[in-house]
């Protein structure tokens, strides 16, 4: 990797810091080559502080570090972007981001139907739709569901007809996202799991 610090004349490059589990964007520094050096070394993300006007390791005083997983460089070779596994909140404000959002995991349009889902459950008296009346019929009906549809989708597995094993499987994972919520958990919750068997 072939980092040009001079381009900018301060000997410094843009450093973009993202999660390796969540893909979220944590903060910004600036690391010159020494920073970068040490960063790979002691496997801490480590920046030159323009403030301090050194070298500063994040969390050298919170303790909230930031665990090195990666670094690539850009196209230009002028900014680097850093994966990370950061240990407590990155800002020095006390939030997860620089930008003051949750660091958790997002599924795109899972995460988007998970939301859906709860609306339904908490709006259920009010709503007339298929979630809050599985939601009315309690945990029996649903679970009931998410049998049904799993043999639906082994028996749809055995044949040829690629779209029907689709729609099966989408409704599985559907219906098990309504278990989940009935039983008080979201699937960031299966995640934790599966990264302390990881």
């Known amino acids: 990797m072939n980092i040009d610090f001079n381009k900018n004349n301060d000997g410094l490059v843009p450093a973009i810091i993202q999660d390796d589990v969540t893909n979220a964007v ?19 993300v480590t920046f030159f502080s323009r403030t301090k006007n050194r070298l500063w390791t994040k969390g050298e005083e919170s303790g909230n570090v ?12 002028d900014s680097l972007l850093i994966r990370v596994n950061p ?22 349009f899972i995460s988007k139907l998970e939301s859906i889902i709860e609306n339904r459950r908490n709006n259920s008296l009010e709503d007339e739709s298929y979630v809050a ?29 690629n779209d029907l094993f689709l729609n099966e499987s989408a409704d599985l994972l559907f219906h ?15 995640e934790k799991v599966l990264k302390k068997r990881h």
């Not at 910004?28 to 020494?34: A, F, I, R, S, T």
């Not at 800002?91 to 995991?105: L, P």
């Not at 098990?176 to 299966?190: F, P, T």
């Open 66 to 77: 930031l665990n090195l997983v990666s670094v690539k460089s850009d196209c230009d070779h």
């Open 176 to 190: 098990y996202l309504i278990l989940l919520q009935a039983k008080g958990y979201k699937l960031c919750d299966i």
């Open 87 to 108: 240990e407590g909140p990155t800002c020095h404000k006390g939030s997860d981001t620089c930008w003051n959002e949750e660091n958790k995991s997002k599924h795109g």
């Open 133 to 161: 009346s599985l939601f009315a019929k309690g945990i029996n009906k649903i679970a009931q569901k998410v049998g049904e549809e799993a043999v639906e989708l082994v028996i749809e597995s055995k044949d040829d007809n």
């Open 26 to 44: 944590l903060m910004l520094g600036y690391m010159n080559k020494e920073a970068l050096e040490k960063t790979k070394s002691t496997k801490l």
